[in-house]
């Protein structure tokens, strides 16, 4: 079955680390994105990716950085310069640009740093 | 600038209609998504809207009018399990980004 993975489902950080979210998919779309809900924030962009080697910064990037050297992987890495990394993360996919399809979301990796 | 506005909570009895609206102001529409989303997972697709009207699909429906800037979903025969934000959701064509609102939390009452 197709579909977008995300790992770990919690995750735990002291405070000044480095981690890295795994998001991987094979559903051979060519978009991939990033996103972080806080509560009573509703879905905040913080990385895009519109094909291999690509990607730009949403409306959150800072403290954040992430890579696609394959179709299927798009990992984020929170780094210790994001002041309040606490949050739920999604991340999701779709065909490509222009297709009229809403996301497909991975279940989703909830941060805390302790 | 894009801005995206839909009441924070609502409150509907079983088996009754509700209906959630959004309205927007956003550069470049193309289009507009529903999304529901239940405590703790992630969003699921209900809805795209990018012509003006009405969108059946079973207990739900969606509106559009671009002129407006308006949207709403149309909720019919409330069950218990329809308990979740519901997230308003607009594409913007010319970078293909899809933003989101703050999601209306409905809770539904026996």
């Known amino acids: 079955d197709g579909g977008i993975t995300q790992s770990p489902k919690y995750l735990f950080r002291k405070e000044g680390q480095n981690v890295t979210l795994s998001c991987e998919q094979n559903l051979n779309h060519d978009a991939m994105y990033w996103y972080r809900q806080d509560p009573g924030q509703g879905l905040r962009l913080i990385y895009y990716?519109?094909?291999?080697?690509?990607?730009q910064k949403g409306d959150i990037a800072e403290g954040y950085s992430v890579s696609r050297e394959k179709k299927e992987s798009f990992p984020l890495t929170v780094t210790s310069a994001q002041k309040n990394p606490t949050a739920f993360y999604l991340c999701?996919?779709?065909?490509?640009?222009?297709?009229?399809?809403?996301?497909?979301f991975g279940s989703g990796t909830r941060l805390t740093v302790v | 600038g894009q801005n995206i506005d839909q009441p924070t909570e609502m409150t509907a009895t079983e088996g009754a209609i509700v209906q959630i609206n959004c309205t927007y102001q956003?550069?470049?529409?193309?289009?507009l998504f529903w999304y529901q989303q239940h405590a703790g997972e992630a969003p699921t697709f209900l809805s795209y809207n990018v012509l003006d009207g009405l969108e059946e699909k079973g207990r739900f429906s969606s509106f559009l009018s671009r002129s407006k800037g308006y949207s709403y979903l149309l909720l019919k025969e409330l069950q218990m399990k329809d308990s979740a934000s519901y997230l308003c959701a607009v594409r913007d064509g010319r970078d293909d980004k899809i933003i989101f609102g703050k999601g209306t939390r409905l809770h539904i009452l026996p």
């Open positions: 990716s519109q094909i291999v080697n690509d990607f």
């Open positions: 999701a996919s779709k065909p490509g640009t222009g297709a009229n399809y809403g996301y497909t």
């Open positions: 956003t550069s470049g529409f193309n289009g």
